[in-house]
């Protein structure tokens, strides 16, 4: 509805809750933090990209051939 990337915008938005949140689990737990949140936000692009086309393409029906008469 918004043209908005779910993917991206859940990712820069985990990724700026991560960073606030690497004081208090330092910085391996931070890493680990950002890797699920790169690898959720791919899956949900991949998704988002399937269910697109699988809208696009329209289906078309059968064109009835000519009788030999």
Do not use: R, W
Not at 2 to 30: A, Q, R, W
């Amino acid at each position: 509805m918004y043209k908005l990337n779910p993917g991206l915008t859940t990712f820069f938005f985990d990724f700026f809750v991560i960073l606030t949140g690497v004081y208090s689990i330092g910085l391996l737990g931070g890493f680990y933090s950002i890797m699920s949140v790169f690898m959720i936000s791919l899956i949900i692009n991949i998704f988002k990209g399937k269910i697109a086309i699988k809208h696009s393409t329209t289906e078309v029906s059968p064109q009835p051939q000519p009788s030999a008469s």
